[in-house]
């Protein structure tokens, strides 16, 4: 592969020397200003920050709560989407507005309205309390308030492809003797592949970072529901700086893994359809 | 016509007042503390007025004690901090170095203009008939507490229990941390703050019983009406004291020393120790006290000094790895 690209537009130097100034600036100088700082931490006490038992059963909550929440948004955000986009219905803009209105809410209020809908006396929770479900002040409540924050990502990242999907393929199947299911399955889901593993890591990473939205819902019980956000900022509460960063690097590290492999899975879905060359 | 304007009114404030200065503070101050300062800062400047012909205009900032400690830290420029442990200044003076050490010298009472304590907040009636500490770990009582990693509130909450427990007759280190052990078994949520532990007890209507400040149950009755809640002195609690501090760096870079000393020493005058006691804050003036003793019913106090003073407190209790860590991975059956 050639570095020079040829295409008809000249620019390419210039644009990509823009594109990496910016990325550092924006992204690069703080996350290394977070590794430089964590630096100053021997091996022993980052490990012993990093590897306390309590931190690392925030690690399983916090991680598998995301996991959980982005794949039942890539189900749900899947058939969203396909709604959206397949059929005409009467307040079909509303829908699709109200699909973005958990970007738009401030986390804290997205959490205070969840743990006012899900306590024990709330709308919901007051007919899930006598079925012996407890949302509120569990991990099951971190779910919620995860699967409600990233519900857009997936809806988002699907719609547009979805929409740009060419009928004719479709049919050309049809007439070709296939079921309805294997168009689904064998024509259009893997051209929406790509865009599903996109949404399903961006709905991840957010759910990862997410603070404002869960603390209010979680009921923080140490061992049981404390995310690692909180466990960074209770080290703070000592003043504990670098105990902090060494905490956040790990989230850092684990999300940048997560998100290339991610990232790998995509363009090798992308290139198993010829997309790119 | 927006410069039009602004002329005119710079023409007019220079004839109607030539020599009036104009001092802005700014107050790094902690949640709770909102009502507080919003009737003092008022009677404060109007004081300061008559007295230096200065107009001062006061600027709050609020947010969990040491949050705001850390904002200073990292370079907000107030003129004052007023916090809720002495722990938080400490740390200004150790990290930020912008007060200077002694601080808690330079003003009475440890600094520390007026306290509060931690009480019982309990459900209109007290169906669970709680009178005491010792109440507190029956069997199917719930209590909510703010967590003390995270809250000044929850770490008072925390040592009002287990100097209860350490004073009884016969009490010792090992029984208190038991009963501290059995009386967060009884914890179903763990709020980060004071005011989200509220939140919880009164609009979610989860748990028997509150721990929290008495100014605090004031806040819940002016919020949430009289009708809901009882409050419960217990036969002993702790004195949290609530400091202030001059941010020395801060106003000698800005000139603005002598409205910040004011602004604190002015806390102490009948004045301010009278707004105090409106927001069920216990005055230290004698006279103020006794205007307000119906208020206040008299309870047996001891101090964080009990425990070695606040930077002790930390280390061996809430610093990771401490007491409560233990006690918090004992409740979680690790």
């Known amino acids: 592969m050639a570095f020079k690209q040829h295409s008809v537009l000249p620019g390419f130097g210039l644009s990509l020397g823009y594109t990496l100034l910016y990325l550092s600036i924006i992204v690069l100088l703080p996350l290394t200003a977070l590794v430089v700082k964590s630096s100053d931490l021997t091996w022993t006490a980052f490990w012993a920050a990093v590897a306390d038992p309590r931190v690392v059963a925030t690690y399983k909550v916090t991680f598998g709560a995301s996991a959980i929440a982005a794949t039942l948004n890539l189900f749900a955000g899947l058939l969203l989407a396909w709604v959206l986009v397949r059929y005409p219905f009467p307040g079909k803009r509303l829908i699709d507005a109200l699909v973005d209105l958990p970007f738009a809410l401030p986390t804290a209020v997205a959490g205070i309205a969840l743990a006012t809908l899900y306590a024990p006396n ?53 007439s070709l ?90 363009w090798w879905s992308a290139k198993r359809l010829g997309r790119r060359k | 016509m927006i410069k039009r304007a602004s002329a005119l009114l710079v023409a007019l404030a220079l004839v109607a007042q030539p020599a009036l200065a104009d001092v802005t503070l700014l107050n790094v101050s902690y949640d709770v503390m909102r009502d507080f300062y919003k009737d003092y800062n008022p009677v404060f400047a109007k004081y300061y007025e008559a007295k230096f012909k200065d107009k001062v205009t006061i600027q709050q900032s609020h947010g969990g004690s040491s949050k705001q400690a850390r904002s200073v830290i990292d370079g907000l420029e107030a003129d004052v901090v007023t916090m809720n442990q002495s722990l938080d200044i400490d740390a200004i003076v150790d990290k930020g170095k912008q007060v200077n050490a002694g ?63 350490a004073k009884l007759p016969g009490g010792n280190d090992a029984k208190a941390r038991d009963f501290v052990t059995a ?152």
């Open chain 2, 183 to 334: 009386l967060f078994k009884n914890v179903p949520v763990l709020d980060s703050g004071g005011r989200a532990a509220t939140t919880t007890f009164m609009q979610r209507q989860i748990g028997d019983v509150l721990i929290t400040f008495e100014n605090e149950a004031e806040m819940i009755a002016r919020e949430f009406g009289r009708g809901g809640f009882e409050v419960v002195y217990p036969s002993i609690s702790i004195d949290a004291d609530l400091p202030v501090a001059v941010v020395d760096k801060v106003v000698d870079k800005k000139g603005t020393r002598k409205a910040a000393e004011e602004y604190l020493k002015y806390l102490w005058s009948p004045e301010g120790q009278t707004v105090a006691a409106q927001n069920y804050l216990r005055p230290r003036d004698a006279g103020v006290a006794a205007k307000f003793a119906k208020q206040f019913p008299a309870v047996k106090l001891f101090t964080v000094a009990d425990f070695g003073g606040w930077a002790k407190a930390q280390k061996t209790h809430f610093d990771d790895g401490g007491i409560y860590d233990q006690i918090a991975a004992k409740v979680a059956g690790k």
């Open chain 1, 122 to 174: 709330g709308w919901l929770g007051q007919y899930l309390d006598p079925l012996g479900i407890k949302v509120a002040f569990t991990p099951l409540g971190i779910v919620v308030a995860l699967t409600f924050v990233t519900l857009p990502f997936v809806v988002r990242t699907v719609q547009p492809v979805l929409e740009d999907l060419e009928h004719e393929l479709e049919e050309a199947a049809a």
């Open chain 1, 177 to 266: 003797g296939a079921t309805r299911w294997q168009i689904f399955w064998k024509v259009i889901l893997p051209m929406l592949l790509p865009a599903l593993l996109t949404g399903f890591a961006l709905a991840f990473a957010r759910a990862v970072g997410e603070y404002g939205s869960v603390i209010f819902i979680a009921g923080n019980m140490p061992f049981v529901s404390e995310i690692t956000p909180l466990m960074i900022i209770s080290k703070l509460e000592q003043y504990d700086y670098l105990g902090a960063t060494a905490i956040a690097v790990v989230m850092l590290v684990v999300s940048f893994a997560l998100l290339f492999i991610i990232n790998g899975l995509q």
């Open chain 2, 103 to 165: 601080w808690e010298k330079k003003l009475p009472n440890e600094a520390s203009p007026f306290s509060s304590l931690q009480v019982l907040i309990v459900r209109k009636g007290n169906p669970k008939a709680i009178r005491d500490w010792n109440d507190l770990v029956k069997p199917g009582v719930q209590i909510i507490v703010p967590n003390p990693k995270t809250s000044g509130n929850g770490r008072y909450t925390y040592l009002a229990a287990w100097g209860y427990a």
